[in-house]
């Protein structure tokens, strides 16, 4: 079944579990019984859309539960409350657990080869502050927002774009919103389902307070001057983050409202009382009452967790604190569990493409140089030392469980082999050494690698080190560079970094109706190109055009992925630009198959005991629905 009938089904499938009837439904959330009996707010049957999404709690094997409680988070700085829209993954069209799109805030869509997509909204349904949501918020985003320039200056996100155009939009009711494309736009639905998705809609009551449409330019500078803002977009910038969450006075759609305003030590997140969703009872989700972020030095979260000073915390744990987390289990009361993560490569090396120095970018682009890299990592010692024999070699590549797995993918240039490395390095005619056994650059500097780092992995530092020792019996010497994120990206966006250490591919469990982009370069973020994928992404205006054939061709690829007329014709891309990157080593992975250690409070229920913690598609905990989940009070 093509990818355009199998939407459609899913889409009418799950909308007819959305249209059954509900039980009677009477219990108001004791948070909000005090403002329902003092009139300040509707009761449950008005609040809720007249057809709530009911989510199906004995299919996904969950009990119904009971109202209130707050659930406790442990996060390392104020930008993490945007995590709360990652977990709460309220979405026009989400991905389910079996991670196919199915509808969400609306009430169904209808997907027409991928060149026209129609959205029904739920009649009823409002914001967080109780104002309808209607088209007028769509249209709003598209004219106000998407197509005015100061508000948009680089023009249309890429995901609206189909061979370079943008799509007609047309509002024929206030329930529906239609884009049909000239060309197929198989990005469309993915982004609008992600973790940080695109947001097709604004709450206009809101914003036009301060449009210049709507307020007239000298009021609107007038404001911007008042609010010490740059000018009026940059003050509805502000107020408009709805990723970032911290405007508490931006209406949200998500199951928790923010209600604090950074900076803060500690963020409380109340239950939003117009949240479309319901248990099959017909009772209103969450089920939480409110969500308790605190924030903390990175360091202390796990020292924090292992407390007891979190419900329910995945965030800043990696593998290696699961003996920590383990041994204190019993006296701080919680469960440690272990999540399956789906990446191409736990950690993996990204040969910057794209740096500075002329001498580097030369070796960098040299296939022998990255071939050789990768014959000399030892994956079994990474396994066993630093792994506990828990994981599996790998090269970066999409895992056994995708449909798109080919074995010959997994094991290119991973086997352990000093000598065919060696042979590689002396090919490309690196064979004069220094006294210490280093080989010499042309120019005679020594073979000296700088891996930047992010610093936030012991992970990452231990399998460092157990690359230094089997890189230097080849003649390279590997240094660390640890700085925080952001100057991490500046020098490897600016060519200053000649490699850095991140995970590879993002989802290791891709289908072929899913975007390749994480193979192409597309995107500035993409670290062993960083400057190809910005003059991508910023549509010629920035960075620097592909410039060797294999960069080329797998741009190329995923221009014709994007046209590609059915999934047949998809797979056989997605196989070509997986192929290369095998035989390239553009990125270098070690192994794959890690897991993930998941904290939950004994006091917690509906959390699954295996689940799958990936950032897309998943969400993290949202492709769980945390609304589901709830507290039991008697349990200590």
């Known amino acids: 079944m093509r990818r355009p009938q199998r939407a459609l089904c899913a889409a009418l499938a799950f909308a007819a579990l959305a249209f059954a009837p509900l039980a009677s439904a009477n219990e108001e959330p004791p948070m909000l019984k005090e403002a329902v009996a003092a009139g300040k707010l509707p009761p449950m049957a008005q609040r809720l859309p007249e057809k709530p999404l009911v989510v199906p709690l004995g299919e996904m094997k969950r009990e119904s539960g009971r109202y209130g409680g707050d659930m406790r988070m442990v996060m390392a700085r104020d930008r993490d409350i945007r995590m709360m829209v ?185 239950r939003n009382p117009y949240f479309h969703r319901v248990d099959p009872s017909g009772r209103q989700l969450p089920y939480i009452d409110r969500v308790v972020m605190g924030i903390a030095d990175e360091k202390l979260v796990p020292a924090k967790t292992g407390a007891g000073e979190a419900d329910l915390q995945a965030r800043y744990l990696r593998f290696d604190d699961y003996t920590f987390l383990k041994k204190n289990e019993k006296r701080s009361g919680y469960e440690v569990r272990l999540w399956d993560t789906v990446k191409g490569s736990q950690i993996a090396l990204h040969p910057n493409l794209n740096v500075e120095d002329p001498a580097w970018r030369k070796l960098m682009r040299d296939v022998r140089f990255r071939r050789a890299l990768s014959l000399a990592v030892n994956r079994h010692e990474i396994n066993q030392v630093v792994f506990f024999g828990l994981v599996q070699p790998s090269n970066n590549t999409v895992l056994p469980a995708s449909p798109l797995y080919e074995p010959a993918f997994r094991a290119a240039w991973t086997r352990y082999d000093l000598k065919a490395a060696n042979a590689l390095l002396d090919e490309i005619g690196l064979t004069t050494r220094d006294a210490n056994g280093l080989r010499l650059l042309p120019d005679g500097r020594p073979l000296e690698i700088v891996v930047d780092t992010a610093g936030e992995s012991t992970e990452e530092t231990d399998v460092l080190e157990l690359i230094r020792d089997s890189w230097r019996q080849v003649g390279i010497a590997l240094y660390s560079r640890p700085s925080q994120r952001e100057i991490f990206r500046k020098r490897v966006f600016s060519g200053q970094s000649m490699m850095s250490v991140w995970s590879g591919l993002d989802n290791g469990l891709a289908t072929a109706d899913m975007s390749p982009e994480a193979l192409a370069p597309v995107k500035q973020e993409q670290l062993q190109w960083p400057m190809w994928g910005n003059h991508v992404e910023s549509r010629g205006k920035g960075g620097s055009p592909p410039d060797i054939p294999e960069a080329k061709e797998l741009l190329a690829l995923y221009e014709g992925w994007q046209k590609a007329p059915d999934s047949a014709e998809r797979t056989k891309i997605w196989k070509r630009m997986l192929s290369i990157h095998a035989e390239q080593q553009f990125i270098i992975g070690t192994v794959t198959g890690n897991l993930q250690p998941v904290v939950v409070s004994r006091a917690m229920r509906n959390v699954p005991a295996k689940g799958l913690y990936n950032w897309d598609p998943g969400a993290y905990f949202g492709i769980h629905r945390p609304d589901t989940f709830w507290i039991d009070r008697g349990t200590n």
């Open 86 to 270: 990652v977990f709460g993954y309220a979405r026009l069209v989400a991905y389910d657990l079996k991670l196919q799109f199915v509808p969400d805030i609306v009430e169904s869509f209808e997907n027409a080869g991928d060149r026209e997509f129609t959205f029904r909204l739920r009649p009823g349904h409002r914001w967080s502050d109780g104002h309808p949501f209607t088209s007028e918020d769509f249209r709003y985003y598209w004219e106000d927002v998407a197509n005015n320039k100061a508000l948009s200056p680089i023009g249309l996100p890429q995901a609206l774009l189909a061979d370079g155009k943008g799509p007609k939009v047309s509002f024929p009711d206030p329930l529906t919103v239609r884009y049909v494309w000239e060309s197929p736009n198989p990005l469309f639905l993915p982004a609008i389902a992600g973790p940080s998705p695109l947001f097709l809609y604004r709450p206009a009551h809101y914003l036009r307070k301060f449009h210049a449409r709507y307020l007239g330019e000298e009021e609107a500078k007038a404001q911007a001057a008042k609010a010490k803002a740059r000018n009026w977009a940059g003050l509805h910038h502000k107020k408009d983050e709805q990723y970032r969450f911290d405007n508490p006075d931006l209406p949200t759609l998500e199951p928790w409202v923010n209600m604090t305003a950074p900076p803060a030590t500690r963020f409380v997140f109340h």
